[in-house]
Every structure is written in structure tokens, then in C-alpha cells.
């Protein structure tokens, strides 16, 4: 047995301190959540609640020619038995994508993908509704699936959305950004121009928790309350509003305790209308929880991009221009969680962090017989393709050049003087300091040791790399101006309320499936009005509890969310300040906030707590005129820009040689997310990432046969890594505040799944340089290795 | 949650009692072990069975690992963990220390058994591997206490299909104890718990001159059911250890398996790790048997 390794710095020393506002302490949630007394989806339990089950196509593409439902209908326990046509006649058969587009709920003419929702099953009890599907007897005409992505628009390519007018290819959205013209000229004059393919597979979040409902209609309120999991309950309230002509007053959205999300969470999944509908129907409660099959072949998957980059540079090693071409495959409904004007979400920082005289890139997507989605899979809407795409090319130009790919990159760097920096593709970067960040990551690396070592290994036949990537993420989605979900704009609001005894309560609009929200706003706060975070509670997640916001994706919390808590703990104080001005009978200008305290300036002794101006807010005696009592405040916060993190990371890997096997030996994180709230939670932010990050590059894609039979419905065929895949991570970090965030905070919580996978590869494709290998696509499986050792590395799609 | 279709169940109180249950319910009764199979496979609906017998109540009767002087004999409800666990095996047979180490996770081999993981006959199951390499005979029971005593090469007929039939029951699974020996496994994974990509076992047996007077390699997940190489033994008889006969050995291995293409790598692949693991796990074994 190996001993359990202590950390390596004891981090944890100071989380009794407890501190009032930003530092270390353990997570509000964790007592609940560790003890087992969470309280999730699945835990909810109501009085004559029934059971919904979902029967699925067996088939990627097949017209639905019947129906029969009578012996289901006829089973014990069965109360009902919806299919595609029923919805039909309630007009629900359809409902609006995230992206625009529609998508059915039950098919009622084809289906397009197989897991597809065909018809549903409510009973008693879930062993009932499940055995019911086995006798729902649907009669299929099976047709030619379009499976490689490729041969989407090829002429005779079987056409798969025949349900809009006039659709006559898969052809889903053409998409540009930069200028083609001035990249043109500047690649006609490079020195050197590298061009590569790059494939992102298709992966899949695969939450442990996976998606359902609790769904109870109250047929005299004509209220409509749900429980699901759900990243966006806000949204979702509005979208169910919209689909089902529900009145939104009547609507509430309850997220309970989500098991992680990580984009899988956001969209509305047709399960979640079906429990509206079968609640409806049957006038009982209904409960549907998909197993962890339906979640891998029928929920959101990501990435699914197939990319050719190309970059010019001088000889010398100046990065003059890069350019890329995409083809995306959107499954069978384009289900993408984008703002609307984004339809690639912000896969235009593909510029990285570098100083370019040009870019540009075009994009065609493409519908294929694939389950839909496109969603952020902890990838800040297609970040993770963007980067990976730069960081993979820019390794490429380093080969070509000879040249180290640290020094490259170090030559090519956005320069601290040009911030707020506007890349060729329109994104104003707030601020960077990446230099310091690159130093720190290869001083904790041992970069020129690991250099040396690397060299005399390989004269002994050993194979060991290393990789390297630099980033710059842009998240914090975004400005009302040009972000918004259907519609709705991407502002989120914020309530704080202080009690009379001094303690508060801050409702969020954004959602925590893990983050630890209940933690990191009670913190924000804190920081601001000074009374303890154990003091202030965070409600979140109930639409009739908190104000409205967009959720919890994209890393967007802490950009947006963070900063409306932070405001609106500025506006009590402010309003705390004049009522302390009362109280110490001194002008408001006087007065000098200390945390937790107003003081008059020059006299310490002259003071009042932030608790004994909430009792006074709440008490008898007469308030400053013009002022209401009571201490508490609202906030919509619309952020003015995007925050850009940035971060640097070192992977070293071994081969065996023999065997092609990866081990991942060392890792190194330095993360810039500016202003640091709670240190403990952004390191397991990227602890988890990480580990994301890992299993991306080495075993995690959803892949189809030739019929389109998705090849990873369980996680015994999908694999997603374990402790015993990772290294011991060494973390480290730099501090470059958002200018325009309140706090300064630029979120991390996908900053290492982005990072990672291209450090990753670029460390694999370093070891095997002695074969000759330029590139080599993801998953690295030690098979897929092996292919490019013998100089045979194929994309794996 | 994976719903499987309704079944009934009972849990046997006796070996005979089981086989008495298993002999009247015909093939729509399966004995379950672990479980760590065939519960998923139903959950999935890949498998129906009308009936489960849960054998876990025979573990005092059926699960034990005694070695003596000529054999070790292993009771077929014998855990993975109590494998991993025994020194006593580990000395004799150390290849079984090695598979265990890399089997499932620390939940499954507390509750997987020998017999469960020998009758489920996955081609690419780990310790059907050790078994062929180490010439195991399997106990067979039958109606009125009958029994068969089977060899490995017989007791998989297939991929998923055993010798034992309606009514029978895998007991006991035996091991020949010869002196000079050494063994090891080694498997390539594509992340820990993982089914084989490929693994090989190696035993050999020296004799006291130096020379290999047997030896076996046994591969997993390169055919239908795990295989032992005869021609690998005949290829090693009488010979003196050294790395060219282990690349002659390797060679064999990867012409004689019969690997597929699948998501766990290239036939192509598989035929090399054939190949690089048998050369590396008969290095380990001499090296074994010389200590």
C-alpha cells in the first residue's frame, strides 16, 4: 500500500481562519454534499409521484411508419402512453432549439439519430414504465444514415432535416470571421507557412449525475412547478413559457443539488418536456431520470470539429497570420448553447495570445445522423477547439523553425503595453500579463533541466516530451449588446438582504452544479459589507427565490454573476454609510469604511458595525431623511466586456516504447484569473480540469459505426480517466485583474480543460519526434500511438 | 438508473441444493457470483434470465485457496481480492498477484470471483488467461455430486460459452504445482480497470541445469477465448534462457493469435503487443523462477 502523499504545501493551514471575504476556507456545501445529504433531482419525492420512461430509436435514420401502443398501454401500472402524434395534437411535438433551430420532442416522422425520444411511458413505479418500452411495438423503414461528416454535402448525401420547407442538403450554417484578403497577402509574402489538419472528436461531458425532472402540474393553480437539472433555471423557466404557453408566473424552476454539469446541463432536453406533459396528462407528479446510456447517446455532446490550420511566419520566428478552415459536425439538430450572433460560439480567439497582423477563419456545419448538441462541454463556448486549433499549430511552426516552443511563443506574446489588445477577429482582450506566467510555469518545471533530460533519454532509445500551451480564454458571456440565449440577454441580477441581527442573504441567478457558489458569493460579499461568509446565505437555483440571470456555463459565474454581488453589496454599504452617519452624527464624508466597520476618520473609537447598522436599518427611532428602512439592495449587472484569464502549462510525458503507452509524469498550471476569491476552490477547479483535460487527450470519444450505432453508451466503452491517469498536478498562479470587473475576478472554471489537452498532445508528439511524427489526433489511445510511431497516425474520423 | 427485466431470485443454501435448482429451472436460471458481469449485461437488457441463484451464501464452502505440495486448489467463490491477498499463492504462483493488481477496481475484486470471471468466458478476461497459462484443470459438478474434471483448452468452448452445462456447476479450479517454476502477467490497459487491449501470462519451469524444461503463454482479447500457444512450448523446451528465444517466442505469439479491430486498438497492434508481452513476461518469469 502507498502512504497517502501530504500536500505538498500545506494549503489548508489557514481554513479555520475563516476569513471575512477572499482567502482559503473549506466549502459551505461540502458538509451537506460529503454526508450525504445533498439534495438532488432524484431525490425528490412527492405524493402519488409516477414514473416516466422514454422509449428510443434503435436506428440513426428511419421513417417512423407506426405506432401501437395498445399492449403497453395495457400493462399493469401503466397510466399513460404518449407518442409523437399525441404531441402533435398538442402542439408540442416540436420545440425551439438553443440555437434557433427546432428539434423534436417525439418524433413523429423520422428519426434522425439513434437514442432518439420516440415515445415516453408513465407508470407506477420506473421498473414498470421501463418494461412497458418493450412493448410499444414501432414499425420502422430504415434509410441511409449520413454517418461521415465529410460526405454531408456530397450530391446524393441522404437528406436529413426534410422537416424544414425547402431544405434540400444537410447543409446547417456557413460562418466567417477576420479578413481573407489581408490574410491572404500576408501568408503570400511569409517566409514559412505551416498547414495542418487537426480533428477535436466528438466527446461527451458525462456528468455523474445525469439529466431528469420532477414535474407537478396543479391543475386548479394552473401552476407548473419542476425540478431539474438544469445550469439555467432562469432561461429554462422563460423557454418553457414560450414552447408550452404557460404563463411564466406560473412557471417555477427549482435546480436542486446538480451532480456536475460541465455544459452537459444546459440545454432543455425533449425528457423534461415529456415530464411537463406527462404531469399534465395524468394530473400526478412525474419523475424522469435518464440512465447513464441515454445520457451518453442522446444529451449534448461537444467539440466534433474537424480543422485545418495554417500559419505563416518569418524565418526568424515572428507569427505573421493564422488561418483555418472548419467543417463541424452539428448532429441531426443544431442544439449548440451559443449566443445567438455566435453561432460558433467564440471559436474566434483562435489568434491565442499572440500578436498577429492577420487572421481569418470559415466555417461550414453540417447536419449529420448524430445526437444534437454542440454544447460547452467546460470549453467556454468552443474555446477549447480555438486553442487546442493555435496551440497545435503554433507547436507545428516550432517544428518547422527548429525552434524551441517556449521560445516561440515567449517571441510572439501579446505585450503587457497593449492592453486592452483588439485581436484581427474582433475580441478586445481587458488585460495580460503573459510573460511572468509563462516564466513561472517553466521555473516550477525545471524547464531547461527537463530539456536536458529529454536529450539524454532519447540517445539511450527512451521516449519522453514535453509539451507546452499557452492560452487566453474569453468568458464572462457577455455584454446585453450583442450576447444574448434566444433572445435573452446575457445580464445577470443579484438581491442582498441584511437582517436586523446583522446576517444576509444573497439570492443568485446563477446556479452552482459543483462550483461552489454557496461558498464564493458568501465570500464576495463579504469582502464588501465585511459580516462573516458563515453569516450570509446564498440562495440559488429556485426561479421564484432569485432574480433572473442566464446560469451558471461558460465560466460565466464569477465574470458576472460575481461581479452583481459584488455591486450589490456596494450599493447596502453605501446606503449603510448614511445610516451610520446618523448614528455617529458625523457627515457621510467623514466617515471611512474599515472592513466590517464605519469609522469617523481620525477617531478609531468612533465606529459602528455593519451589524448595528442593520439593526438600526430595522429598528425604532427615525432613519436620515430620504432613507427607507431596511438594508438591502438589487442589481442587474450587464458586464461591459468579456474577462480574458490566461494561463501556461508544462505537461511531460513518458512512452514505453514498446507498448505506446502515455503516462502523463508531470503537469504544471500556472493560472492567471485575476483577483482570487477562494485559492482552495479555483485550485479544484483545476484539479478538474485537468483531469478533463487528460482523458480528452488520451481516451474520450463518442465514436459511430458505419450505421450510425453510437460505439460509447456506457462508460465501460467510454472512458473517462481515473486518479490513477493523473499526476501529482503542481499548480501555481499570477494576478492580472479584469480592469472592468468590480473585483477584478475573471472566472477559471474551464481555464484547465482548455488548456490542457493541447499541452498534452504537444508533449506526446514531442516524444515521438525521433519517428519523424509532426501530429497526431486525439484520443492518443496507446494503439493510435503506435500508428504514429510506424509513421501511420490517421485522424480518428 | 439501468433497469433490468423482471427475474426472480433465490439464494442457495447448499452447492447440491444450487445444482438441484439449476438441474428443475433448466437454461432460463443463471448462478450468480460477484455479479460484476452479469448484472450490468441485464441492466443493459443484453441478457434475460428468469431466474438468478445466488450462490454468495456457499462462500465458506466454495471459497478457499489451499495450496499442497503437487497443487494448489482455489474454490470458485473465491474472491479477487482474497487472489490479490494470499501470500501463500503469491509465492507460488506469482502471475496471479500480477493479473490481480491490474483486474477492474478495489469494488469489483471485492466481490468478483474465480469461478464468475473463468464461466462469464470473455476473451479478453484476465484470469482465464492466468489459468491457460498455468495448465488449470477445472472441477465440474454435476446432479447426485457427479464430477468432471476439465482442462482449460476444453472448458471454453467459445466466446461467452463454457463446458458447464444445464444443471452443472464450476466448484473448484485446480493448479499442478512443478518445482523451478516462475510466472508473471502484464497487461496494456487503455486506462486503469479497463478491459484488456491484450495481456499475456508467462510461466516457465527450469530445470535444475538451467535450462527451460516447460513453459506456457497464455494471451487475452486476440481470439475468441483466451489462448495457450503450444507451439510457443514446444519452441522453449530444453532451451537456455536468453532475449533471442523470447523474440522467437513473441514472434509465434503474434502469427498464432487471431486479434480484431475495435475501439480498444488495431489488429495490427494487438499482434504486437502479442509479441512485446509475451517477450516480457517470459523475461519476468525466468527471472522469477531463478530467484
Same mark, same amino acid.
Given at each position: 500500500?502507498?502512504?497517502?502523499?501530504?500536500?505538498?504545501?500545506?494549503?489548508?493551514?489557514?481554513?479555520?481562519?475563516?476569513?471575512?471575504?477572499?482567502?482559503?476556507?473549506?466549502? /459551505?456545501?461540502?458538509?451537506?454534499?460529503?454526508?450525504?445529504?445533498?439534495?438532488?433531482?432524484?431525490?425528490?419525492?412527492?405524493?402519488?409521484?409516477?414514473?416516466?420512461?422514454?422509449?428510443?430509436?434503435?436506428?440513426?435514420?428511419?421513417?417512423?411508419?407506426?405506432?401501437?401502443?395498445?399492449?403497453?398501454?395495457?400493462?399493469?401500472?401503466?397510466?399513460?402512453?404518449?407518442?409523437?402524434?399525441?404531441?402533435?395534437?398538442?402542439?408540442?411535438?416540436?420545440?425551439?432549439?438553443?440555437?434557433?433551430?427546432?428539434?423534436?420532442?417525439?418524433?413523429?416522422?423520422?428519426?434522425?439519430?439513434?437514442?432518439?425520444?420516440?415515445?415516453?411511458?408513465?407508470?407506477?413505479?420506473?421498473?414498470?414504465?421501463?418494461?412497458?418500452?418493450?412493448?410499444?411495438?414501432?414499425?420502422?423503414?430504415?434509410?441511409?444514415?449520413?454517418?461521415?461528416?465529410?460526405?454531408?454535402?456530397?450530391?446524393?448525401?441522404?437528406?436529413?432535416?426534410?422537416?424544414?420547407?425547402?431544405?434540400?442538403?444537410?447543409?446547417?450554417?456557413?460562418?466567417?470571421?477576420?479578413?481573407?484578403?489581408?490574410?491572404?497577402?500576408?501568408?503570400?509574402?511569409?517566409?514559412?507557412?505551416?498547414?495542418?489538419?487537426?480533428?477535436?472528436?466528438?466527446?461527451?461531458?458525462?456528468?455523474?449525475?445525469?439529466?431528469?425532472?420532477?414535474?407537478?402540474?396543479?391543475?386548479?393553480?394552473?401552476?407548473?412547478?419542476?425540478?431539474?437539472?438544469?445550469?439555467?433555471?432562469?432561461?429554462?423557466?422563460?423557454?418553457?413559457?414560450?414552447?408550452?404557453?404557460?404563463?411564466?408566473?406560473?412557471?417555477?424552476?427549482?435546480?436542486?443539488?446538480?451532480?456536475?454539469?460541465?455544459?452537459?446541463?444546459?440545454?432543455?432536453?425533449?425528457?423534461?418536456?415529456?415530464?411537463?406533459?406527462?404531469?399534465?396528462?395524468?394530473?400526478?407528479?412525474?419523475?424522469?431520470?435518464?440512465?447513464?446510456?441515454?445520457?451518453?447517446?442522446?444529451?449534448?455532446?461537444?467539440?466534433?470539429?474537424?480543422?485545418?490550420?495554417?500559419?505563416?511566419?518569418?524565418?526568424?520566428?515572428?507569427?505573421?497570420?493564422?488561418?483555418?478552415?472548419?467543417?463541424?459536425?452539428?448532429?441531426?439538430?443544431?442544439?449548440?448553447?451559443?449566443?445567438? /450572433?455566435?453561432?460558433?460560439?467564440?471559436?474566434?480567439?483562435?489568434?491565442?495570445?499572440?500578436?498577429?497582423?492577420?487572421?481569418?477563419?470559415?466555417?461550414?456545419?453540417?447536419?449529420?445522423?448524430?445526437?444534437?448538441?454542440?454544447?460547452?462541454?467546460?470549453?467556454?463556448?468552443?474555446?477549447?477547439?480555438?486553442?487546442?486549433?493555435?496551440?497545435?499549430?503554433?507547436?507545428?511552426?516550432?517544428?518547422?523553425?527548429?525552434?524551441?516552443?517556449?521560445?516561440?511563443?515567449?517571441?510572439?506574446?501579446?505585450?503587457?503595453?497593449?492592453?486592452?489588445?483588439?485581436?484581427?477577429?474582433?475580441?478586445?482582450?481587458?488585460?495580460?500579463?503573459?510573460?511572468?506566467?509563462?516564466?513561472?510555469?517553466?521555473?516550477?518545471?525545471?524547464?531547461?533541466?527537463?530539456?536536458?533530460?529529454?536529450?539524454?533519454?532519447?540517445?539511450?532509445?527512451?521516449?519522453?516530451?514535453?509539451?507546452?500551451?499557452?492560452?487566453?480564454?474569453?468568458?464572462?458571456?457577455?455584454?446585453?449588446?450583442?450576447?444574448?440565449?434566444?433572445?435573452?440577454?446575457?445580464?445577470?441580477?443579484?438581491?442582498?438582504?441584511?437582517?436586523?441581527?446583522?446576517?444576509?442573504?444573497?439570492?443568485?441567478?446563477?446556479?452552482?452544479?459543483?462550483?461552489?457558489?454557496?461558498?464564493?458569493?458568501?465570500?464576495?460579499?463579504?469582502?464588501?459589507?465585511?459580516?462573516?461568509?458563515?453569516?450570509?446565505?446564498?440562495?440559488?437555483?429556485?426561479?421564484?427565490?432569485?432574480?433572473?440571470?442566464?446560469?451558471?456555463?461558460?465560466?460565466?459565474?464569477?465574470?458576472?454573476?460575481?461581479?452583481?454581488?459584488?455591486?450589490?453589496?456596494?450599493?447596502?454599504?453605501?446606503?449603510?454609510?448614511?445610516?451610520?452617519?446618523?448614528?455617529?452624527?458625523?457627515?457621510?464624508?467623514?466617515?471611512?469604511?474599515?472592513?466590517?466597520?464605519?469609522?469617523? /476618520?481620525?477617531?478609531?473609537?468612533?465606529?459602528?458595525?455593519?451589524?448595528?447598522?442593520?439593526?438600526?436599518?430595522?429598528?425604532?427611532?427615525?432613519?436620515?431623511?430620504?432613507?427607507?428602512?431596511?438594508?438591502?439592495?438589487?442589481?442587474?449587472?450587464?458586464?461591459?466586456?468579456?474577462?480574458?484569464?490566461?494561463?501556461?502549462?508544462?505537461?511531460?510525458?513518458?512512452?514505453?516504447?514498446?507498448?505506446?503507452?502515455?503516462?502523463?509524469?508531470?503537469?504544471?498550471?500556472?493560472?492567471?484569473?485575476?483577483?482570487?476569491?477562494?485559492?482552495?476552490?479555483?485550485?479544484?477547479?483545476?484539479?478538474?480540469?485537468?483531469?478533463?483535460?487528460?482523458?480528452?487527450?488520451?481516451?474520450?470519444?463518442?465514436?459511430?459505426?458505419?450505421?450510425?450505432?453510437?460505439?460509447?453508451?456506457?462508460?465501460?466503452?467510454?472512458?473517462?480517466?481515473?486518479?490513477?491517469?493523473?499526476?501529482?498536478?503542481?499548480?501555481?498562479?499570477?494576478?492580472?485583474?479584469?480592469?472592468?470587473?468590480?473585483?477584478?475576478?475573471?472566472?477559471?472554471?474551464?481555464?484547465?480543460?482548455?488548456?490542457?489537452?493541447?499541452?498534452?498532445?504537444?508533449?506526446?508528439?514531442?516524444?515521438?519526434?525521433?519517428?519523424?511524427?509532426?501530429?497526431?489526433?486525439?484520443?492518443?489511445?496507446?494503439?493510435?500511438?503506435?500508428?504514429?510511431?510506424?509513421?501511420?497516425?490517421?485522424?480518428?474520423? | 438508473?439501468?433497469?433490468?427485466?423482471?427475474?426472480?431470485?433465490?439464494?442457495?443454501?447448499?452447492?447440491?441444493?444450487?445444482?438441484?435448482?439449476?438441474?428443475?429451472?433448466?437454461?432460463?436460471?443463471?448462478?450468480?457470483?460477484?455479479?460484476?458481469?452479469?448484472?450490468?449485461?441485464?441492466?443493459?437488457?443484453?441478457?434475460?434470465?428468469?431466474?438468478?441463484?445466488?450462490?454468495?451464501?456457499?462462500?465458506?464452502?466454495?471459497?478457499?485457496?489451499?495450496?499442497?505440495?503437487?497443487?494448489?486448489?482455489?474454490?470458485?467463490?473465491?474472491?479477487?481480492?482474497?487472489?490479490?491477498?494470499?501470500?501463500?499463492?503469491?509465492?507460488?504462483?506469482?502471475?496471479?498477484?500480477?493479473?490481480?493488481?491490474?483486474?477492474?477496481?478495489?469494488?469489483?475484486?471485492?466481490?468478483?470471483?474465480?469461478?464468475?470471471?473463468?464461466?462469464?468466458?470473455?476473451?479478453?478476461?484476465?484470469?482465464?488467461?492466468?489459468?491457460?497459462?498455468?495448465?488449470?484443470?477445472?472441477?465440474?459438478?454435476?446432479?447426485?455430486?457427479?464430477?468432471?474434471?476439465?482442462?482449460?483448452?476444453?472448458?471454453?468452448?467459445?466466446?461467452?460459452?463454457?463446458?458447464?452445462?444445464?444443471?452443472?456447476?464450476?466448484?473448484?479450479?485446480?493448479?499442478?504445482?512443478?518445482?523451478?517454476?516462475?510466472?508473471?502477467?502484464?497487461?496494456?490497459?487503455?486506462?486503469?480497470?479497463?478491459?484488456?487491449?491484450?495481456?499475456?501470462?508467462?510461466?516457465?519451469?527450469?530445470?535444475?541445469?538451467?535450462?527451460?524444461?516447460?513453459?506456457?503463454?497464455?494471451?487475452?482479447?486476440?481470439?475468441?477465448?483466451?489462448?495457450?500457444?503450444?507451439?510457443?512450448?514446444?519452441?522453449?523446451?530444453?532451451?537456455?534462457?536468453?532475449?533471442?528465444?523470447?523474440?522467437?517466442?513473441?514472434?509465434?505469439?503474434?502469427?498464432?493469435?487471431?486479434?480484431?479491430?475495435?475501439?480498444?486498438?488495431?489488429?495490427?497492434?494487438?499482434?504486437?503487443?502479442?509479441?512485446?508481452?509475451?517477450?516480457?513476461?517470459?523475461?519476468?518469469?525466468?527471472?522469477?523462477?531463478?530467484?
Amino acid at each position: 500500500m502507498t502512504a497517502v502523499q501530504e500536500p505538498r504545501t500545506s494549503t489548508f493551514d489557514d481554513n479555520d481562519q475563516k476569513p471575512v471575504g477572499f482567502g482559503r476556507m473549506l466549502r /459551505k456545501e461540502d458538509p451537506r454534499l460529503l454526508r450525504g445529504r445533498g439534495r438532488f433531482t432524484d431525490d425528490v419525492q412527492l405524493p402519488g409521484m409516477l414514473h416516466l420512461a422514454i422509449l428510443r430509436s434503435p436506428f440513426a435514420h428511419a421513417r417512423v411508419v407506426s405506432v401501437d401502443t395498445s399492449a403497453a398501454e395495457a400493462a399493469p401500472g401503466i397510466r399513460a402512453v404518449v407518442t409523437g402524434a399525441k404531441l402533435a395534437e398538442l402542439g408540442l411535438a416540436w420545440m425551439p432549439t438553443l440555437s434557433n433551430d427546432v428539434q423534436a420532442v417525439l418524433a413523429t416522422d423520422k428519426v434522425r439519430f439513434q437514442g432518439q425520444e420516440v415515445a415516453f411511458v408513465v407508470a407506477d413505479d420506473r421498473y414498470s414504465a421501463r418494461d412497458a418500452l418493450e412493448l410499444i411495438d414501432v414499425e420502422y423503414e430504415v434509410l441511409d444514415p449520413v454517418i461521415d461528416v465529410r460526405q454531408a454535402l456530397a450530391p446524393g448525401a441522404p437528406l436529413i432535416r426534410d422537416d424544414l420547407d425547402g431544405k434540400t442538403d444537410n447543409h446547417c450554417f456557413d460562418w466567417e470571421t477576420g479578413d481573407a484578403d489581408a490574410t491572404a497577402a500576408v501568408f503570400a509574402r511569409a517566409d514559412v507557412v505551416v498547414q495542418q489538419d487537426i480533428v477535436y472528436p466528438r466527446v461527451h461531458p458525462a456528468p455523474m449525475e445525469t439529466c431528469g425532472a420532477v414535474a407537478d402540474f396543479d391543475a386548479v393553480e394552473g401552476k407548473l412547478k419542476l425540478w431539474s437539472t438544469t445550469q439555467a433555471p432562469h432561461a429554462h423557466r422563460t423557454l418553457y413559457a414560450i414552447v408550452a404557453g404557460l404563463p411564466e408566473h406560473k412557471i417555477q424552476v427549482i435546480a436542486p443539488d446538480i451532480g456536475g454539469g460541465f455544459g452537459n446541463k444546459v440545454p432543455i432536453y425533449p425528457g423534461y418536456v415529456c415530464a411537463i406533459v406527462g404531469s399534465i396528462v395524468t394530473g400526478k407528479p412525474v419523475k424522469w431520470m435518464e440512465d447513464r446510456s441515454e445520457n451518453l447517446i442522446s444529451t449534448g455532446f461537444a467539440r466534433d470539429y474537424i480543422m485545418r490550420g495554417e500559419i505563416a511566419a518569418t524565418r526568424d520566428g515572428k507569427i505573421l497570420a493564422i488561418r483555418t478552415n472548419v467543417l463541424a459536425d452539428h448532429g441531426a439538430f443544431n442544439g449548440t448553447a451559443a449566443p445567438v /450572433k455566435y453561432p460558433a460560439g467564440f471559436f474566434g480567439v483562435f489568434t491565442g495570445s499572440y500578436d498577429l497582423e492577420a487572421a481569418y477563419c470559415s466555417m461550414t456545419a453540417v447536419y449529420t445522423n448524430k445526437a444534437p448538441g454542440g454544447v460547452a462541454y467546460a470549453c467556454s463556448f468552443r474555446i477549447t477547439e480555438a486553442v487546442y486549433l493555435v496551440e497545435r499549430i503554433v507547436d507545428c511552426l516550432a517544428a518547422e523553425l527548429e525552434m524551441d516552443p517556449a521560445e516561440l511563443r515567449l517571441k510572439n506574446f501579446i505585450q503587457p503595453d497593449q492592453f486592452p489588445y483588439e485581436t484581427k477577429t474582433g475580441w478586445v482582450y481587458d488585460s495580460g500579463n503573459y510573460e511572468p506566467t509563462m516564466r513561472q510555469a517553466m521555473d516550477i518545471a525545471g524547464y531547461a533541466q527537463l530539456r536536458a533530460e529529454q536529450a539524454e533519454k532519447r540517445s539511450r532509445g527512451e521516449l519522453m516530451g514535453i509539451g507546452i500551451s499557452f492560452f487566453t480564454e474569453a468568458v464572462g458571456a457577455g455584454p446585453r449588446k450583442n450576447m444574448d440565449i434566444l433572445g435573452l440577454g446575457m445580464a445577470d441580477g443579484c438581491e442582498l438582504r441584511v437582517h436586523p441581527t446583522g446576517k444576509a442573504v444573497v439570492r443568485l441567478s446563477v446556479k452552482t452544479q459543483g462550483q461552489g457558489h454557496e461558498t464564493t458569493f458568501a465570500q464576495i460579499v463579504a469582502e464588501e459589507i465585511g459580516i462573516p461568509p458563515a453569516d450570509i446565505e446564498v440562495v440559488h437555483g429556485d426561479t421564484d427565490q432569485t432574480p433572473f440571470g442566464l446560469g451558471t456555463y461558460g465560466s460565466r459565474s464569477t465574470p458576472v454573476s460575481g461581479a452583481a454581488a459584488a455591486l450589490v453589496a456596494r450599493k447596502v454599504r453605501d446606503k449603510a454609510q448614511i445610516i451610520a452617519s446618523a448614528m455617529l452624527e458625523v457627515t457621510v464624508a467623514d466617515l471611512e469604511w474599515v472592513k466590517g466597520s464605519f469609522q469617523v /476618520k481620525g477617531d478609531p473609537g468612533k465606529s459602528v458595525t455593519i451589524q448595528q447598522i442593520a439593526m438600526r436599518a430595522h429598528g425604532a427611532g427615525d432613519l436620515p431623511e430620504g432613507i427607507e428602512g431596511g438594508l438591502e439592495a438589487q442589481i442587474c449587472y450587464n458586464p461591459s466586456n468579456l474577462t480574458y484569464p490566461h494561463g501556461a502549462y508544462i505537461c511531460v510525458v513518458d512512452i514505453d516504447p514498446g507498448t505506446a503507452q502515455v503516462k502523463v509524469r508531470r503537469f504544471i498550471a500556472v493560472d492567471d484569473c485575476g483577483t482570487r476569491i477562494n485559492p482552495m476552490i479555483i485550485e479544484g477547479q483545476v484539479h478538474g480540469g485537468l483531469t478533463d483535460g487528460v482523458g480528452m487527450a488520451l481516451m474520450e470519444m463518442i465514436a459511430f459505426d458505419e450505421d450510425g450505432n453510437c460505439l460509447g453508451a456506457s462508460l465501460m466503452d467510454y472512458l473517462i480517466p481515473t486518479a490513477l491517469e493523473v499526476p501529482d498536478w503542481e499548480t501555481g498562479y499570477t494576478v492580472t485583474p479584469s480592469p472592468h470587473h468590480p473585483i477584478g475576478a475573471k472566472g477559471v472554471g474551464e481555464s484547465a480543460t482548455v488548456g490542457s489537452p493541447p499541452a498534452i498532445v504537444n508533449a506526446v508528439v514531442d516524444a515521438l519526434k525521433p519517428y519523424g511524427v509532426r501530429h497526431a489526433d486525439m484520443p492518443l489511445t496507446p494503439s493510435r500511438v503506435w500508428d504514429a510511431m510506424r509513421g501511420r497516425a490517421t485522424p480518428p474520423i | 438508473m439501468q433497469v433490468p427485466a423482471p427475474f426472480e431470485y433465490e439464494r442457495a443454501t447448499s452447492v447440491d441444493q444450487a445444482i438441484g435448482l439449476l438441474e428443475r429451472l433448466g437454461s432460463s436460471a443463471r448462478l450468480v457470483a460477484g455479479g460484476h458481469s452479469l448484472l450490468p449485461m441485464m441492466k443493459l437488457r443484453l441478457a434475460t434470465f428468469d431466474y438468478l441463484i445466488d450462490i454468495n451464501p456457499l462462500h465458506a464452502e466454495l471459497g478457499y485457496i489451499r495450496v499442497g505440495a503437487g497443487e494448489v486448489r482455489i474454490g470458485a467463490l473465491t474472491r479477487h481480492r482474497e487472489l490479490l491477498e494470499s501470500d501463500e499463492l503469491a509465492a507460488a504462483f506469482p502471475i496471479f498477484r500480477d493479473a490481480e493488481r491490474v483486474i477492474a477496481d478495489p469494488v469489483v475484486r471485492n466481490r468478483g470471483t474465480l469461478g464468475g470471471s473463468l464461466c462469464q468466458a470473455d476473451p479478453s478476461e484476465d484470469l482465464s488467461a492466468v489459468c491457460t497459462t498455468l495448465d488449470a484443470s477445472c472441477v465440474i459438478r454435476g446432479p447426485g455430486g457427479a464430477e468432471r474434471v476439465v482442462s482449460m483448452g476444453e472448458f471454453h468452448v467459445g466466446p461467452y460459452e463454457t463446458a458447464v452445462g444445464d444443471g452443472e456447476m464450476l466448484t473448484e479450479v485446480r493448479l499442478p504445482v512443478r518445482p523451478g517454476g516462475g510466472s508473471a502477467y502484464v497487461k496494456v490497459e487503455r486506462r486503469a480497470g479497463d478491459w484488456a487491449v491484450v495481456s499475456a501470462g508467462a510461466a516457465v519451469w527450469l530445470a535444475p541445469d538451467g535450462t527451460i524444461a516447460d513453459a506456457r503463454v497464455g494471451l487475452a482479447a486476440v481470439g475468441p477465448n483466451t489462448t495457450g500457444i503450444p507451439e510457443i512450448s514446444a519452441a522453449l523446451r530444453g532451451r537456455e534462457p536468453a532475449e533471442k528465444l523470447y523474440e522467437q517466442a513473441g514472434a509465434i505469439a503474434a502469427r498464432s493469435c487471431d486479434p480484431a479491430t475495435d475501439q480498444r486498438g488495431s489488429a495490427d497492434y494487438k499482434r504486437h503487443l502479442a509479441d512485446e508481452l509475451t517477450r516480457r513476461t517470459l523475461r519476468t518469469a525466468v527471472a522469477r523462477a531463478r530467484s
